[in-house]
């Protein structure tokens, strides 16, 4: 079941980055939550390099969403070089 609701959070992520990032963000159902839950991860990993979490806990739901509008960020960079 913890599968399944990470999927749906990472979903529900994704979709906030993508609507508070500027310009075309044209992706499906699939890379909208992979981007959620691959910006969750993110976050995760940075907040502990850092020291703001704590070992064995996860970044909350603003920094999945920044995660997610920072990996955005850097796709449209890498897109628009090709």
């Not at 999927?7 to 979709?15: C, D, K, N, Q, R």
């Not at 508070?20 to 390099?49: C, D, H, R, S, W």
């Not at 070992?55 to 920094?63: H, W």
């Amino acid at each position: 079941m913890h599968f399944i609701w990470s999927i749906l959070i990472g979903f529900i992520v994704g979709l906030v980055a993508r609507a508070l990032m500027p310009g075309p963000n044209p992706m499906g159902f699939i890379l909208t939550t992979i981007l959620g839950v691959v910006g969750a991860l993110v976050a995760t990993f940075l907040g502990q390099g850092l020291g703001w979490y704590a070992e064995g806990s996860g970044a909350g739901f603003i920094a999945s969403v920044v995660g997610a509008m920072v990996l955005l960020f850097i796709y449209g960079l890498v897109s628009r070089r090709h």
